[in-house]
């Protein structure tokens, strides 16, 4: 039997599935898809909700006002 590596991991943080297109351009990565209840009322509760779903992914795309943004993008690098 072959080794098979384990695939990483995309969290697609969004109300809307990603296009085929984008869904090829990620090919190389398992994409869990974390669609919110609505929309996120901070990056903390983004972080919450993406970690609940994957602990550690190696990709985030997250559709996020720039502020929110800017703080997930600091909890998930610190």
Partial sequence: MAY???????VWFSRH???P???RSLSAYEIVQVNPPGRAYSA?????????????????????PLGMLRRLVD????
């Fill in 21 to 23: 297109a984008q869904r």
């Fill in 44 to 64: 903390v509760d983004a972080w919450t909700l993406i970690t609940n779903r994957i602990a550690k992914p190696d990709l985030i795309v997250a559709v996020l």
């Fill in 4 to 10: 098979s590596p384990k695939p990483k991991t995309c």
């Fill in 17 to 19: 599935a990603p296009t």
């Fill in 75 to 78: 909890m998930a690098t610190s």
